[in-house]
């Protein structure tokens, strides 16, 4: 038989490398299909519930791999629902090749069924290559040029195969005018800036006497040399939500999450600091950052537009944080005074112990921070970590005390709900003998991750660790919404928008074959974790968690606390329990002209 322009191509993408891929059929792309089964699992086609799914797990494997990710649906609606994973992988830099299918080309044009104009859908998200076949010799560049433009410029491209090309017998290009003869292969390049430019860090970073770091996704790979730089230079260092594994939580310089997920050393840190080292973060909110003008700035970024964006440095290098760091260090002179490490490590002691004590305060039925608080000290060697969107990224972000060996990321710039089963499931095909624990709020498990638990149910048997546990914070509650609601806006929770149906996801777990476990008595949190730890199979725990323990910003402006009372003086439906929670909770201040409780 003839080779189809379809054997071709997934001839080529393993050619590439390219072993898994994450999607669902579609007759749009069958020829596609027809091709991976006669390839006979060259490269594996992985099945999730939707695409939007397998586009989040193609992001996922990116972000766990350090490869890249690959996604595949059918045309019109198929194509549609890759968008918002896609969107996830273009905000956190992550290299993605979607490919979809489309209609015939002699139907193009004639509003015909599932005929969506792909390549205006996609041109965004896949801006730095979007393409659609139109004859078969050019798949052979239109893949070499997306992988090439995926893996050098770390972005999300598109190749759209109209479902008549995909049958097609392949020709490869004649040599003739009009056609390209492409190549494949690529090798990231050492990237570091030039000698004087690493000097000038030098010179800011050894003037400081303050000096505070911020690392992120882009030093994930930098671990050593972050900690021999923050040492050298006796910085503390905080992290982004996407450089959670950068750094253990146990280094007493370590302040852990910054933001409105993060903690009070990171305020502190950076409202106190005179100087500032950024690596490989893209953190958006600058009103976390210093004072402009608070501090002396220095940048190190591979990607060249996200240097001074959020503060303006005054140095901006152009490096990979690894290769940057370490020639930087012999420049460094080691500081005279720890005072400053020694404050931060007292802030640090404090902090660790009010987290505990915020924990451990009771609530209705359970505090939501005991489950992240539980589970830090229980946390096995080389697990994989990921949280969805909502209340539970706080508790991920700020209670969870990561160590090395670790990964953990979650759906950051896009910060999108649905992402975290995906993600979780996406790490387990990186990484299978790696246990894998996800936080997921009861909102977003309704959205889209109760049915890829179906997912898991599929492949789980594969798994060399079984170990694969969803934590479903259940609240009946859009919870970290309905506070954003309260202390942004000012206004009272809306319960027709934010309160959501009591499902059993413990029992929908069991009726697909995983293991389902259910609490609702703070005692049983810590057994339960045991037990889910233990087993030999992937478990659901759902806990019926408090929505009035409000998942608030480590620093809160006068401004958010006179909201608050609006809210509640607007006549909040739940006010006695949001006054009692923000009390225990230490929030009490907040309340201007109301009693303690
Ligand atoms: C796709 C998407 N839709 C809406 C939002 C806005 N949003 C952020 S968190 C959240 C509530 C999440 O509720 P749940 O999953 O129950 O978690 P909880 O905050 O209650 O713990 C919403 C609606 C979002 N981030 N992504
Ligand atoms: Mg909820």
Not at 184 to 208: C, D, H, K, M, W
Not at 246 to 266: F, K, M, N, R
Request: negative net charge; proline residues 7%; glycine residues 8%.
């Amino acid at each position: 038989m003839a080779k189809t322009v379809s054997d071709y191509f997934v001839e080529r993408l393993h050619a590439w490398g390219i072993r898994v891929m994450f999607g669902y059929p579609g007759d749009g792309i069958n020829g596609v299909f027809g091709a991976l089964n006669r390839a006979g699992g060259k490269v594996r086609f992985i099945q999730a519930r939707h695409e939007e799914m397998a586009a989040f797990m193609a992001s996922a494997y990116a972000k766990f791999t350090g490869e890249l990710g690959v996604c595949i649906a059918t045309s019109g609606p198929g194509a549609a629902h890759l968008v918002t994973g896609l969107y996830d992988a273009r905000l956190d830099h992550m290299p993605v090749l979607a490919i979809t299918g489309q209609q015939a080309r002699s139907a193009m044009g004639g509003h015909y069924q599932q005929e969506v104009d792909l390549a205006s859908l996609l041109k965004d998200v896949a801006g730095a290559f979007v393409q659609q076949a139109s004859s078969p010799s050019q798949v052979r560049h239109l893949v070499d040029r997306a992988i090439r433009t995926d893996l050098g410029e770390r972005r999300v491209t598109a190749i759209i195969l109209p479902n008549d090309l995909q049958e097609m017998t392949y020709e490869e290009p004649p040599r003739a005018h009009g056609t390209l003869h492409s190549g494949i292969g690529f090798t990231r390049p050492r990237t570091v800036p030039y000698e004087a430019q690493l000097r000038r860090a030098a010179e800011v970073l050894n003037s400081g006497k303050k000096v505070a770091m911020l690392v992120g996704a882009g030093a994930l790979e930098a671990t050593d040399e972050v900690i021999a730089v923050a040492d050298r230079l006796g910085a503390g260092a905080a992290k982004a939500l996407l450089g959670k594994a950068v750094l253990p939580d146990d280094l007493p310089w370590v302040t852990g999450a910054i933001g409105l997920l993060g903690t009070e050393p990171s305020f502190r840190l950076m409202t106190e600091c005179d100087t500032l080292l950024m690596v490989g973060s893209g953190f958006p909110y600058s009103e976390f950052l210093p004072k402009e003008g608070q501090a002396r700035g220095v940048q190190i970024d591979l990607a060249p537009d996200m240097l001074s964006l959020r503060y303006p440095m005054e140095v901006n290098l152009v490096g990979d944080a690894a290769e940057t760091l370490r020639e930087l260090l012999p420049l460094l002179q080691p500081k005279s005074d720890d005072a400053w490490r020694k404050e931060i490590a007292s802030n640090l002691e404090r902090w660790w112990k009010k987290l505990e004590d915020r924990a451990m305060q009771p609530a209705n039925p359970i505090n939501p921070q005991r489950i992240a608080w539980e589970l830090s000290p229980r946390l096995p060697d080389h697990v994989i970590l990921t949280s969805d969107s909502g209340s539970c990224a706080n508790w991920w972000a700020r209670d969870i005390k990561i160590r090395r060996g670790m990964m953990a990321s979650l759906s950051g710039g896009l910060a999108s709900m649905g992402a975290a089963v995906p993600y979780a499931i996406a790490a387990k095909f990186a990484h299978p003998d790696r246990p894998v624990i996800a936080l997921v709020g009861d909102g977003a498990m309704q959205m889209n991750n109760m049915a890829e638990l179906i997912t898991v149910a599929k492949y789980w048997r594969e798994w060399a660790d079984p170990r694969w546990i969803v934590c479903v914070l259940n609240n009946c509650d859009l919870n970290q919404v309905t506070w954003e609601q309260r202390v942004m806006n000012g206004d009272p929770k809306y319960d027709c928008s934010q309160q959501i149906p009591d499902v059993p996801y413990h029992r929908f777990a069991e009726l697909i074959g995983l293991e389902g476990i259910f609490v609702d008595r703070p005692d049983a949190l810590a057994p339960a974790w045991e037990r889910a730890l233990a087993a030999s199979r992937p478990v659901v725990l759902e806990v019926k968690t408090d929505p009035e323990v409000p998942p608030l910003p480590p620093h809160i402006t006068f401004e958010q606390a006179v909201k608050l009372s609006e809210a509640l003086l607007k006549g909040d439906p739940h006010e006695k329990r949001v006054l009692a929670g923000a009390a225990r909770q230490g929030f009490a201040s907040l309340l201007p002209g109301r009693k303690r409780e």
